[in-house]
């Protein structure tokens, strides 16, 4: 069946905001990190000296309640997740807690800020200890937004749509017990690819290339690279490397119809029980994720940063580059001393190879 990865999509709500609305800003704060409800305490505080409105989902008032934070002045998403117009939304908590912010505005185009109180935090922006430099940042608006590439997942069965979904970091579909693999048919646009026994296979974004695809053995990509992953899990064939491929390829995962089934998994978050038969269309979503940046630092250096990569330090490697330049310079040096010297020998070679002739004519 083919169907295009475009259609059908979900598009974001225009929100404008009036000059003379309060700044709202949205707080998603990890609910069980008692690290967080410092920071929690930090943020209003700078955000009400700067006269901005706090916001937060209707499921963190009780937690914030137990807490003993106050939060009588800050106003709440509606359950349906909407409310107020917001300027920005300010995560603390890890990658995961990002994942839940960016569900939350997902159709609001509202920009997002990580603060890791977690461990790796490759999608935060700023670390605990920076935290006020961040609100500052928030303050003053002095700060560019990222977009991201998001994939849309659509699944089917005999014909029709079960459900629609969509992700930040990657979509997979695995088997649904430990015990037994999933038979896979994959084609990319719509053109016959593989087929295999596996534990699963996933579609990745660059942004998700540094989180489970890469746990699976899949290539780290540049987040400004536009692209789709495919990676399978643990696949049982010959050729069953990652891919990469176009950002606007439609990936078809059709499932056999003597299995058991599947699981697809979004992000790691939302999960769909996936019947024998299925077929999983993923694709590039139209709506990206829109991060916000205070810094324009290297790609390289966050993963020398996050992954705690044995390189040199930047002295160390100060000391390194000046002393292969120094000893380029002296290489070229002396070879424009050697090119006159050359020269010269090249100009008295023949004088030399006639000296022979002579003293050979002579015997004779």
Request: proline residues 7%.
């Amino acid at each position: 069946m083919a169907v295009s990865a475009h259609s059908a999509q979900p598009t974001p709500r225009a929100r404008q905001r009036r000059a003379d609305q309060p700044r709202r800003v949205l707080l998603v704060v990890h609910p069980k990190r008692e690290v967080a409800l410092k920071s929690t305490q930090t943020t209003l505080r700078l955000l009400r000296e700067s006269h901005l409105v706090p916001v937060f989902p209707p499921d963190a008032i009780a937690p914030l309640r137990e807490w003993g934070i106050d939060i009588d002045d800050a106003e709440v998403l509606g359950e349906d997740c909407t409310g107020p117009d917001l300027e920005i939304v300010m995560v603390l908590g890890g990658d995961g807690t990002i994942l839940r912010a960016a569900e939350l505005v997902r159709f609001d185009a509202t920009p997002i800020i990580g603060v890791n109180l977690g461990h790796v935090g490759f999608l935060a922006e700023s670390e605990r200890g920076d935290l006020v430099d961040a609100v500052r940042h928030v303050v003053s608006r002095t700060y560019e937004v990222e977009e991201r590439l998001a994939l849309n997942v659509r699944v089917f069965s005999a014909g029709r749509l079960l459900f629609q979904d969509w992700a930040l970091n990657e979509v997979t579909i695995e088997k649904p017990r430990s015990n037994k693999m999933i038979t896979v048919d994959v084609s990319i646009n719509d053109r016959p690819f593989t087929a295999f026994g596996c534990d699963g296979v996933m579609v990745s974004t660059p942004t998700g290339s540094t989180a489970y695809a890469f746990s699976a053995g899949g290539p780290i990509v540049w987040p400004n690279l536009e692209a789709l992953l495919f990676v399978p899990l643990n696949a049982h064939a010959l050729f069953a490397r990652p891919l990469v491929i176009s950002p606007y390829s439609s990936v078809n995962v059709q499932l056999g119809d003597d299995a058991d089934g599947a699981i697809s998994w979004c992000d790691g978050r939302r999960s769909q029980t996936l019947p024998p038969g299925s077929l999983i269309q993923v694709g590039r979503s139209t709506i990206p994720v829109r991060l916000a940046r205070l810094r324009r630092g290297s790609f390289v250096d966050r993963l020398v940063n996050k992954f705690s990569l044995p390189s040199l330090s930047w002295q160390q490697h100060a000391v390194r580059t000046r002393e292969t330049q120094e000893a380029l310079q002296e290489a070229e040096r002396m070879l424009d001393l050697a090119e006159p010297a050359a020269a010269e020998q090249g100009r008295a070679r023949p004088e030399a190879d006639e000296s022979p002739e002579r003293t050979s004519g002579d015997r004779t």
